[in-house]
């Protein structure tokens, strides 16, 4: 299974094995490609734990005693936050929205700045929404190239039949889009009531998926994002913030387990 890079244990820590371009990234919250032209120009210094220097280059892996310099400023890691939150129907994922309330309205005053959510759900969706302050962690959920799994459990207006699992579980055309859906986890739950694990982001996928198959959604709600699932003791409108193994796993983009 993949994995998304694991977040710092400690302000200012080297991950064994980081490379210097995302560490440098991570550190100064510039692009990958901003982040090579600094290190192609020399702007960038590597010191093994001996203080000798050493080549920078973006692929070189680091080691942890290893201190990075940018113009003669050590660059660290700063702490960035993770947090899961049960969305309750009505809120909105954007971080403002003069018409509706935000996820981050449901936080204290002092615990919103520099959050953001990674992935969004519609307006009348509930469950898990992940908020950080990381975009390069929230970049590889969100990026379609990483094709990260959301289990969804998907009530339905008419009863699920054998023929609609099948073709959920074998990917269906959507309408206005000709590329078929990637293929889907289907658990049957009861005849109203189905799990849905996808690994694309497509507009209203889980809504258009059901109507191409002639069935409708009525209700929707996020179990898990990768391996991160929904802590079953909040409810909705409430949050928490990641334990270290949900951090490391940065939501991991297989099917969760």
Aim: neutral net charge.
């Amino acid at each position: 299974m993949k994995q998304c890079p694991p977040t710092p244990d400690d302000e200012g820590a080297i991950l064994p094995a980081m490379r210097l371009d995302y560490f440098v990234a991570h550190a100064t919250g510039l692009t990958r490609k901003q982040v090579k032209i600094l290190i192609r120009s020399g702007a960038i210094q590597v010191f093994d734990g001996a203080g000798g220097e050493v080549p920078a280059k973006p692929e070189r892996r680091l080691e942890t005693d290893m201190r990075v310099v940018w113009e003669g400023r050590p660059l660290r890691l700063e702490g960035h936050r993770y947090l899961m939150l049960h969305k309750p129907v009505g809120v909105v994922c954007s971080t403002d929205d003069p018409g509706h309330r935000t996820v981050l309205d449901l936080l204290p005053g002092d615990q919103r700045a520099g959050l953001h959510a990674a992935g969004r759900l519609d307006l009348d969706t509930t469950g898990l929404v992940l908020l950080t302050s990381d975009g390069h962690w929230s970049h590889r959920i969100t990026s379609p190239q990483h094709h990260c799994a959301k289990r969804y459990r998907v009530t339905t207006a008419e009863p699920v039949t054998r023929t609609q699992v099948d073709a959920l579980s074998a990917g269906v055309v959507l309408r206005d889009d000709p590329r078929p859906t990637r293929e889907a986890q289907v658990e049957v739950v009861d005849a109203l009531c189905l799990r849905l694990t996808i690994s694309e982001g497509r507009y209203h996928q889980v809504k258009r998926m059901l109507a191409a198959v002639g069935n409708r959604v009525v209700a929707l709600h996020r179990e898990a994002v990768g391996d991160v699932v929904l802590d079953p003791a909040l409810a909705p409108g409430e949050w928490r913030p990641l334990t270290d193994a949900e951090q490391r796993s940065g939501a991991g983009l297989g099917f969760p387990r």
